[in-house]
């Protein structure tokens, strides 16, 4: 290699989507939650962001790329995950552990990052970012072992995005947060039939961003305090046991009950939040009346800081699931493909299940479904051609 | 009298709003709450029901005709309250005092009941209903003394329009009830300016009753039994501290709180119940930011279990809340009138309001305002006139 020509890593990283749910810090600056939480790591074929990271010591500073638009570096949450990233560096060199060769602690670095899914999604792009900058970097730097509680000073839940399967954020008690970290629960090859459904809603506006939301909750919802205090511990434990067990039922009403009550005490904030819409009550509304007619859970709904629906199903019903979505939810003629993802087979919905759901289809609700599975953690891509920097260490144009 | 005339005696009794919300009970037969709650009369001018009970040795068994209709007398909540009302005139006649010339006390009754205010409007009708029930009857039997504990076995809420002005319903603890009771807290010449606006919504189905809602709240929601034992008994004494001192900010602020928090925990349930609609969350918007613009509290909001707002609001600022509301909410223009009930004043909004506030108008969304007061608890119509019984004890023909 050169000694001029930059130093480059790619890496990619998933997105998680909590079945217990982070709502509210007890640290604002170090991201320390008031609970812990339980999430489902996203398979990267269908949702991911690949960051590359070049460090090399022409660079006159730090520099950042978002999906093809240079932000501000000095975000104060990028320039944590910087700052830790060389600490733990220095601390490396200073304890005669090597680093990577040819990259100097003082060199800049060049970040470029993209989603392979379109922001107007609503789906929590800043866990995967923070996730895959943080992995990256951790890279360029030789850096090795625990980078979650790194990752969670980008974005809390990034910390869950660091590994693949079912991840716990352990909410850990100490001052300085440096056990509050994530923790895989178990791995994305545990549960195989699991599957999950993206329902991206029609685009609207997220009308309050999760971070002063949850400031705002934490101030003023005594349902809160009590969720965090009295009814997540107990939850945790109840989740993770239904995890280990494969036990859908279980995990499918903790699922929904947790997305429920995080949303309860978004509306038990003052002034209230509302995330759920009519499209989300008609989902929630539409699962309800599904299991009930088969009398068994066989879908479960969540709700993030947004209108998109999670839905987590196994996959010996997911044919008839995504007909019962189609027919509630009938798609635009004109618009793009419905169903994105992994294939489903297509299904045909008796005249009894449909009137057992006794709901009015609301067109325009729900634009498309990813239909996706668990998938791993962040990962290295070895091949060059991927780097999203060029030689000279500025993105490469769109191709 | 003839003595073969019955013995009639007709009433009214008010609709009441409550400001710490009453939902679930502790015992489903007696209608024991799990936690004390407090309301507001709203005046009868606008918004009462009107109840004739009869009362002759010729009526061959009990019956009641609603809103011109014959319903079933067997319905157990009505005949909780005839068996208790007719015990208590039991007890009356065993200890010597004495009842009502020419009742006694084995005839049966007649009794008839309308509303001045369409049920569509969904309205907690069984509360003045119930209220007005208890009121007749016990003037019928010669009755006096508390009666609310006889009102709350009808309808919990139905104790708390016993009575005019700010009333609260004492949950009690004892087993049999007889200390779950209402009392005025201050009459209704108490708070001049405090006036009432009730925004109907354009009709819907209510999704869930509140009986069998409360059922499931209770059994299902962690959030429900905290607010009842944590939250609730300091709410209480600070809203009757705000009501004494006509604190309207208070007031107003635990209002919409208290509103908020009933609605999460119906959220928190599961499977979860829905009554805050996208027209709900529009009045709630546009509370918080015409409040936000006047950088003070002058409105509040609150919701039961339906669509409806009502509003608190103080006499000085009606004029222009009735305009932000009229403009946010097209009425429709072949509608019926806009605003009934006591007359407001018109007003011009500035565009500095109108953009404060920023919302689309959502046009459909109110059926019309009916604009009240506090007023007093049940009366009695001494003109024979009104009596909504003939002389053979059967409905008078509409006229």
Redesign the interface.
């Known amino acids: 290699m050169p000694e001029d020509s930059p130093h480059m890593v790619t890496c990619t990283a998933p997105v998680n989507i909590a079945v217990v749910k982070y709502w509210g810090k007890r640290n604002e600056e170090l991201i320390l939650p008031i609970n812990s939480s339980l999430s489902v790591t996203l398979h990267q074929d269908q949702l991911k962001t690949t960051t590359t990271v070049a460090s090399s010591r022409s660079f006159q500073e730090d520099r950042i790329w978002l999906n093809g638009k240079e932000e501000d570096i000095n975000h104060p949450r990028l320039q944590s995950c910087l700052r830790e990233i060389r600490r733990l560096a220095r601390k490396r060199r200073s304890d005669g552990k090597s680093g990577v060769d040819g990259v100097g602690l003082s060199h800049k670095v060049h970040i470029c990052s993209v989603n392979n899914f379109p922001t107007a999604a609503g789906l929590a792009s800043s866990a995967a970012g923070f996730a895959c900058l943080v992995y990256t970097l951790a890279r360029v730097f030789g850096i090795e072992g625990e980078l979650s509680v790194i990752a969670r000073q980008g974005s809390g839940s990034a910390c869950r995005s660091m590994y693949g399967g079912f991840v716990q954020w352990i909410m850990g008690c100490s001052d300085d947060g440096k056990d509050s970290l994530a923790q895989q629960v178990e791995p994305e090859s545990h549960w195989p039939e699991l599957r999950v459904l993206v329902l991206v809603a029609s685009a609207e506006r997220k009308p309050v961003g999760s971070t002063s939301g949850m400031q705002t909750s934490v101030k003023?919802s005594?349902?809160l305090k009590?969720?965090a205090e009295?009814?997540v511990p107990q939850r945790m434990e109840e989740m993770i046991k239904a995890v280990r067990r494969k036990d859908f039922a279980t995990f499918a009403?903790l699922t929904?009950?947790d997305s429920?009550?995080f949303?309860?005490?978004c509306?038990?904030?003052?002034?209230?939040i509302?995330y759920l819409?009519?499209v989300s009550?008609q989902v929630?509304g539409l699962v309800?009346q599904y299991n009930r007619h088969h009398g068994e859970i066989r879908v479960a709904y969540t709700f993030d800081a947004g209108p998109n629906a999670v839905i987590y199903i196994l996959q010996e019903h997911v044919a008839e699931f995504v007909q019962v979505v189609r027919h509630f939810f009938p798609p635009e003629t004109n618009g793009g493909q419905f169903l994105r993802g992994l294939p489903v087979d297509p299904a045909v919905l008796s005249e009894e299940l449909k009137q057992a759901i006794g709901l009015e289809p609301m067109s325009k609700g729900i634009g498309y479904i990813i239909s996706t599975k668990v998938g791993p953690g962040p990962c290295v891509l070895e091949d060059r051609s991927q780097h999203l920097l060029g030689p000279e260490g500025l993105p490469k144009k769109n191709e």
């Open positions: 003023t005594h349902l009590h969720r009295s009814v009403e929904m009950k429920n009550q949303h309860a005490t509306l038990d904030t003052y002034p209230p509302f819409n009519a009550r929630i309800h």
